[in-house]
């Protein structure tokens, strides 16, 4: 167990939807990082936030958003969903560059 | 360009046979980590091993070995003595900072070690 929870386990939806993925890092990690992992396209850094902030952006959508809050959670936000983006999204949290995975969200588009 | 390459997409061994993963990255940063992650098939990611850009000495730990050379810029994995619960899929990663506390993350695409009884 890594200490990084992340809800739902598993979410299906239809396309043109908006879902919210939930991440909660361990305790005392202020740097939380999401990824997305599909078939095609492997393992994909989406974005980074530390203490609240956006500190390093990767291969995300503009369909995505992503925040941090003060308790340090972590909610991405996929909107108008396109089957492609069923995949497989990770949440990770770090203080040092040691980056710690939650399970993942399975996320499936109908 | 990919920033992470894992030329070997499958490998199969016997177990107790070792075997050596390939990664070879790419960067223009003299500040860098690498990273080993392993995703067994039930699918979440392990965290193996993190190594700084000056730091190449070699790490061994149990079964598992890395061999760091800037030189060719590899970061190369071994299990020693196979065993079938390392049948699983390893990533390679490379991480750039980017100011701050900022940090770029690319993955390569994986090798999938199959171990066989």
């Known amino acids: 167990d890594s200490g990084v929870t992340q809800t739902p386990k598993h979410l299906i939806t239809a396309t043109g939807q908006r879902v919210t993925l939930r991440c909660s890092p361990r305790s005392g990690d202020l740097s939380v990082y999401w990824y997305q992992q599909s078939l095609d396209q492997g393992l994909q850094f989406l974005i980074q936030y530390y203490n609240g902030e956006e500190r390093a952006k990767g291969n995300i959508l503009e369909r995505f958003s992503a925040q941090q809050f003060p308790d340090l959670h972590s909610e991405l936000n996929l909107s108008s969903l396109e089957l492609g983006d069923s995949a497989l999204y990770f949440c990770a949290s770090s203080t040092s560059d040691t980056q710690y995975f939650g399970p993942g969200t399975r996320l499936t588009v109908l | 360009a990919q920033k992470v390459t894992q030329a070997q997409t499958e490998i199969s061994v016997v177990e107790k046979e070792d075997v050596t993963l390939d990664c070879v990255y790419e960067?223009?940063?003299?500040?860098?980590?690498l990273f080993w992650y392993k995703q067994p098939p039930s699918g979440e990611l392990v965290f193996l091993i993190r190594?700084?850009?000056?730091?190449?000495q070699n790490e061994i730990s149990g079964r598992y070995s890395w061999n760091f050379q800037k030189s060719t810029s590899s970061f190369n994995f071994t299990i020693t003595a196979s065993q079938v619960v390392d049948s699983a899929v390893y990533f390679c990663a490379l991480s750039e900072a980017k100011g701050g506390t900022g940090n770029q993350f690319y993955f390569g695409t994986g090798t999938s070690l199959t171990v066989i009884p």
């Open positions: 190594r700084n850009s000056f730091d190449e």
């Open positions: 960067t223009r940063d003299t500040t860098y980590y």
